[in-house]
């Protein structure tokens, strides 16, 4: 039996058009911001194509992917957090502009938070933990959304760790596409079927 996901009338229903022009105007000005910051001389950290990113990548995606599934099934709060969330963002969405909510944010969130934050905090565990708290805020879009806020925060522990660890952008760049990409399709079938 499914979870019957609760009305929130503060939230008005959005149009496919809207979601995807809020997704791509947030793609922007993140994408504008990442690069004003270059301008003042931060360095981001090297985006490497091999083989092993391109693994390691698909690794975390699915070790996020599997971890998110869990706390969604034993953490009420977050359930419901994320049901209201991903339904007004992926319902009127079609099965193709998946791949944009993949994209759009894995490439603009990470350029910004793992490429620029991260590196002109310091590349430490200040630089860190500031950056997945930026994060998470970015993902609050509400009172009742603080689990959400919560996940995403440790989502940017995961993806900025990696990029620490390996010095390498491209590895949260594909973590996050992926993560997105098969977390909104799953998301999507069990809610509304095929």
């Given at each position: 039996m499914t979870e019957k996901i609760p009305e929130n009338p503060e939230i008005e229903p959005l149009t496919r058009i809207q979601v995807l022009v809020a997704m791509g105007v947030t793609a922007l000005v993140l994408l504008a911001i990442s690069k004003i910051c270059?301008?003042?001389?931060?360095?981001?950290?090297?985006?490497?194509?091999?083989?092993?990113?391109?693994?390691?990548?698909?690794?975390?995606?699915?070790?996020?992917?599997?971890?998110?599934?869990?706390v969604y099934r034993i953490w009420p709060a977050y359930r419901r957090s994320a049901d209201t969330y991903l339904k007004l963002v992926l319902t009127p969405l079609l099965w193709p502009d998946l791949?944009?909510?993949?994209?759009?944010?894995?490439?603009?969130?990470?350029?910004?938070?793992?490429?620029?934050?991260?590196?002109?905090?310091?590349?430490?565990?200040?630089?860190?933990?500031?950056?997945?708290v930026f994060f998470g805020v970015l993902h609050l879009s509400g009172r009742e959304q603080w689990p959400y806020m919560i996940w995403a925060t440790i989502v940017g522990l995961?993806?900025?760790?990696?990029?620490?660890?390996?010095?390498?952008?491209?590895?949260?760049?594909?973590?996050?596409?992926?993560?997105?990409l098969i977390s909104s399709s799953v998301w999507k079938w069990e809610h509304n079927g095929s």
């Open positions: 270059l301008l003042f001389g931060i360095n981001l950290l090297p985006v490497t194509w091999n083989l092993r990113a391109l693994l390691w990548g698909v690794a975390i995606a699915l070790g996020i992917t599997t971890a998110s599934g869990l791949v944009w909510l993949g994209l759009l944010p894995g490439l603009s969130e990470e350029l910004l938070f793992r490429g620029v934050v991260l590196s002109a905090l310091g590349l430490d565990t200040v630089a860190l933990i500031a950056s997945s995961v993806l900025g760790y990696s990029a620490l660890v390996t010095g390498n952008l491209l590895i949260p760049i594909i973590a996050h596409i992926l993560t997105n």
